[in-house]
T-cell receptor
Framework: TQLLEQSPQFLSIQEGENLTVYCNSS?????LQWYRQEPGEGPVLLVT?????EVKKLKRLTFQFGDARKDSSLHITAAQPGDTGLYLC???????????FGEGTQLTVNP | GAGVSQSPRYKVTKRGQDVALRCDPI?????LYWYRQALGQGPEFLTY????????KSGLPNDRFSAERPEGSISTLTIQRTEQRDSAMYRC???????????????FGEGSRLTVL
């Protein structure tokens, strides 16, 4: 059973388009992180959200944590080829220490 | 180096052999994590240490897998009697804080690619 469900699993778009990636769970998380991973490399942290309803912006990326702290979204505006990569959400539950990752969304931005 | 270092980067072994994968975390990082990752998928949690204490090993698949961090720095993940299904990328990550990922960023190493023939 996957604790964090990400959708879509694959996304291929043209440069300049907007996109949204979703991360959903039936569990409540005390914090949720988004990572980006390029081929041959380890995941690299983009953002951490901890408050229900929180919205964080990182240049063209907007992250939102759901009010109930069970879901999150990542919106990219005017995607660029450099945004290509595997996007991973990861949640930590207050009762434990494990950071559980979703299965990832493989994004390809075509020039 | 400044980052998390893992060795070997690539390991090919025959079924039934034991393997040991090493992780050298960022200096001063309290927490150390082991994950296993299939190509194109998210990392799967294996185990986690704060200093030398193993906090959570519930992700280890079976008793052939074990991990230690005897001096609170370098960690070794050992797989005994390897099987073909153990083939994967094994990633180590470290975090500055002792409170688990609730409070800190995980820094990942480049991984050890294990192939069991």
């Amino acid at each position: 059973t996957q604790l964090l469900e990400q959708s879509p699993q694959f996304l291929s778009i043209q440069e300049g388009e907007n996109l949204t990636v979703y991360c959903n769970s039936s569990s409540v998380f005390s914090s949720l992180q988004w990572y980006r991973q390029e081929p041959g490399e380890g995941p690299v942290l983009l953002v951490t959200v901890v408050t229900g309803g929180e919205v964080k912006k990182l240049k063209r990326l907007t992250f939102q944590f759901g009010d109930a702290r069970k879901d999150s979204s990542l919106h990219i505006t005017a995607a660029q080829p450099g945004d290509t990569g595997l996007y991973l959400c990861a949640g930590a539950r207050a009762s434990g220490s494990r950071l559980t990752f979703g299965e990832g969304t493989q994004l390809t931005v075509n020039p | 180096g400044a980052g998390v270092s893992q060795s070997p980067r690539y390991k090919v072994t025959k079924r039934g052999q034991d393997v040991a994968l090493r992780c050298d975390p960022i200096s001063g990082h309290v927490s150390l994590y082991w994950y296993r990752q299939a190509l194109g998928q998210g990392p799967e949690f294996l185990t986690y240490f704060n200093y030398e204490a193993q906090q959570d090993k519930s992700g280890l698949p079976n008793d052939r897998f074990s991990a230690e961090r005897p001096e609170g720095s370098i960690s070794t993940l050992t797989i005994q009697r390897t099987e073909q299904r153990d083939s994967a990328m094994y990633r180590c990550a470290s975090s500055l804080s002792a409170g688990g990922p609730n409070t800190g960023e995980l820094f990942f190493g480049e991984g050890s690619r294990l192939t069991v023939l």
